[in-house]
């Protein structure tokens, strides 16, 4: 991490609950006593219209909010919906985390939505003090990126209508000057790949916001990931597959984020309205997702890996060749994984049982040239899960 310590990152907490903001300055004023990492700058609003004046305030005095926390009812004021859509007119550039105890239906499908999504997550009350420590220090720092690259960019394209200019007044300078703008559009690039890779960052710091809520599957993502990588290999896909396929399976359960710890972590079976709410992660995932631009489409493939191959998965039902392939390698990947660990209403089915689930299934739930690669790492390649 870069060092940020000269400066603190201004953080907005609006709720109309004294408690809740007393705990706002208790979680972000512990953390300005560690050294390394960030420092924050706390403002606290009790209602929307005055966070909406706070933002307006930071603009001429020059010093903008990185992230703003909203409760979504705040009587007897505007609500939350008001105040996001009124504090991103204001600054497009601030992450909001709206923080409620359920879901707004209108708020999260409005067409108007759709223009900040990006800039807009879901913490679902009562929340961890390491949940908002988490949000304040990912998206503060996914905020400092994007700001230095596009300082980046500008400075790039002042220089490179400069030296274009220079190019009109002196043809002796023209090959030394292409090859200036080269190196600068190299440069370009490498800003941008900068910012993928901050973005990256950004969602696997909050994904592991899940692993903290359910410490039963602490390192499952991971370990889906290796697994998924090597059958990606193993099929002598890409190289660029590859990595997609590591990075969605290392975020694949990334809408765990949206459900309540205490069915994360139930050590009895759940019942049936608990289990369809655990399958709406697939959809929290997407929404998450959707609004990074990632080089490949890592919404959709999160979203589609609890499809099956006859159709009886979910969120979609997809049948066969509908549901992508990287989709359907993570698939494989989960259910062996899951059935090899310890979780809190079983203990360990065991990788033997794993494979004969996924043998068993060939054709009809999981895809047979993906089970066939799995297969040949346990049994020819000793492929094992690190410890």
């Known amino acids: 991490m870069k060092d940020l310590s000269h400066k603190p990152f201004r953080i907005l907490a ?21 050294a390394a990492l960030p420092r924050f700058e706390l403002t606290c609003c009790s209602q929307g219209d005055e966070a909406v004046e706070a933002v307006r305030r930071s603009f001429q005095e020059k010093a903008p909010y990185a992230v703003a926390f909203l409760d979504l009812n705040m009587p007897p004021g505007p609500d939350g919906e008001w105040t996001a859509e009124e504090i991103h007119n204001l600054d497009p550039r601030i992450n909001t985390v709206v923080v409620t105890g359920y879901r707004n239906q209108n708020f999260t499908t409005s067409d108007h939505q759709a223009r900040f999504s990006d800039k807009l997550l879901y913490l679902q009350k009562p929340f961890y003090p390491r949940e908002i420590l988490q949000f304040a220090t990912a998206l503060s720092i996914k905020w400092h990126a994007e700001n230095q690259l596009l300082t980046m960019q500008a400075d790039l394209e002042n220089q490179v209508e400069q030296r274009t200019a220079e190019l009109v007044d002196s043809n002796r300078l023209l090959k030394i000057e292409i090859e200036n703008r080269k190196h600068m559009q190299q440069e370009l690039q490498q800003s941008f790949e900068s910012l993928k890779k901050a973005m990256h960052s950004t969602i696997e710091a909050i994904s592991k916001t899940v692993e903290k809520r359910d410490p039963y599957t602490s390192g499952h993502q991971q370990r889906v990931a290796i697994l998924a990588k090597n059958i990606a290999v193993e099929l002598e896909l890409t190289q660029s597959q590859v990595e997609c396929i590591y990075v969605a399976a290392g975020i694949h359960d990334i809408g765990k984020i949206s459900l309540p710890a205490e069915i994360l972590v139930k050590p009895i079976p759940l019942s049936d309205i608990e289990i369809k709410l655990i399958q709406t992660h697939t959809q929290a995932a997407y929404d998450i997702l959707k609004g990074i631009e990632f080089p490949w489409a890592i919404a959709d493939i999160v979203m589609q890996h609890h499809e099956r191959m006859d159709g009886s998965g979910y969120p979609l039902g997809l049948p066969g060749e509908d549901i992508v392939l990287e989709a359907r390698i993570i698939c494989v990947a989960d259910v062996v994984e899951t059935m090899a660990s310890h979780r809190p209403y079983r203990p360990s089915i065991g990788v033997d049982k794993a494979l004969e689930e996924i043998a068993n299934n060939r054709g009809i739930l999981y895809d047979p040239q993906v089970v066939d690669a799995c ?3 346990f049994k020819e390649k000793d492929f094992s899960f690190p410890v």
């Open 14 to 34: 609006v709720d109309d609950e004294t408690t809740v903001r007393d705990l706002y300055r208790g979680i972000l004023k512990q953390n300005n006593q560690s």
């Open 375 to 377: 297969l040949r790492l």
